[in-house]
């Protein structure tokens, strides 16, 4: 069982702070996936990273990979009230089911 | 497009009983999943299929049935409904090639007495 670690579970920050969510695994995945799920909705995808090393930037969100595919980081500048919610990582693995192995969510509060 | 969509929103049974959670996608998707989410454990996968047809089990597939008759369709049920199955349960879908985006339902909180 391939498993993902995020940290911290838990964030609680002044509006304007930047933050850094980490998720990592002993395992190789094929690509990695961040979503953010609001309080009673699904999850929603933010970004698909697919290269070691690949950085993607998506406004105040910068995704990274890690070089051996084994991590990620989500980094959040100048964070916003509208930014809270439970930030999921999700690997994939390659195969032609490519199945997504979630880690545990890190819950982000910005308070005002 | 509806994209995903999930009925009941919310379910309460007794153990032992038994429902189907339906799950419907109009996206033409061939891969589709169900997840359970429990505090501080992310999303576990139950099922998937990943065609009409075509179902297989996940990391908790133990007091669940899944069918794949059609494209748009992937029903979950439990057979006979303990506390232990009480969670968040989303279906989710996506397309065949690459990385694709995997779109989430709504969930369907389930309450197991």
């Known amino acids: 069982t391939q498993l993902l670690e995020q940290s911290p579970q838990f964030l609680s920050i002044q509006e304007g702070e930047n933050l850094t969510v980490y998720c990592n695994s002993s395992?190789?995945?094929?690509?990695l996936q961040w979503y953010r799920q609001e309080p009673g909705e699904g999850p929603v995808l933010l970004v698909t990273?697919?290269?070691?090393?690949e950085v993607k930037k998506l406004k105040r969100l910068t995704f990274q990979f890690g070089d051996a595919r084994k991590d990620s980081s989500l980094h959040i500048t100048a964070a916003q009230p509208g930014d809270t919610g439970l930030y999921l990582c999700a690997g994939s693995t390659s195969g032609s089911a490519r199945q997504l192995t979630f880690g545990s969510g890190t819950q982000l509060t910005v308070l005002p | 497009n509806a994209g995903v969509t999930q009925t009941p929103k919310f379910q309460v049974l007794k153990t032992g009983q038994s429902m189907t959670l339906q799950c419907a996608q109009d996206m033409n998707h061939e891969y589709m999943s169900w997840y359970r989410q429990d505090p501080g454990m992310g999303l576990r996968l139950i099922h998937y299929?990943?065609?009409?047809?075509?179902?297989d089990q996940g990391e908790v597939p133990n007091g669940y049935n899944v069918s794949r008759s059609t494209t748009e369709d992937f029903p979950l049920r439990l057979l006979s409904a303990a506390p232990s199955q009480t969670s968040v349960y989303f279906c989710?879908?996506?397309?065949?090639?690459?990385?694709?985006?995997?779109?989430f339902g709504p969930g369907t909180r389930l309450l197991v007495l």
């Open positions: 299929s990943v065609g009409a047809g075509i179902t």
């Open positions: 395992s190789v995945f094929s690509s």
């Open positions: 990273v697919v290269t070691g090393g």
């Open positions: 989710a879908s996506r397309g065949r090639w690459g990385a694709e985006t995997q779109y």
